[in-house]
């Protein structure tokens, strides 16, 4: 059975700083590329992050040089440290792992950033 499960969500003020994480199980991630996901209140998701053994890791320019991807395979696990935090990043955080036809996903994990 694969699973992925986020965690590290909360509520944080404007320049905050949060690291979530996305934890495998039933699939190993180093074998997939694992990508970040958020939804916002409104509005569509979009993927604003993406890690692979292939390419230079991915991020979509709203947060680009604010947030570093990073995966720790031992440990079967992809996190994303997220700096500088704004209120337009509150949204429902999620993860993904791809290969081929493949495709899973977590349940997300909320963030909040307000004042």
């Known amino acids: 059975q694969v699973q992925l499960v986020e965690s590290g969500g909360g509520v944080v003020q404007p320049g905050g700083s949060l690291r979530l994480s996305c934890a495998a199980s039933?699939?190993?991630?180093?074998?997939?590329?694992t990508g970040w996901f958020r939804q916002a209140p409104g509005k569509e998701r979009e993927q604003i992050s993406c890690?692979?053994?292939?390419?230079?890791?991915y991020y979509t320019d709203s947060v680009k040089g604010r947030f570093t991807i990073s995966g720790d395979f031992a440990k079967n696990k992809v996190y994303l440290e997220m700096n500088s935090l704004k209120p337009e990043d509150t949204a429902v955080y999620s993860c993904?792992?791809?290969?081929?036809?493949?495709?899973?996903w977590g349940q997300g994990t909320q963030v909040t950033v307000s004042s």
């Open positions: 993904n792992a791809v290969q081929g036809l493949r495709m899973y």
């Open positions: 039933g699939v190993r991630l180093d074998y997939y590329a």
């Open positions: 890690i692979s053994s292939s390419d230079n890791p």
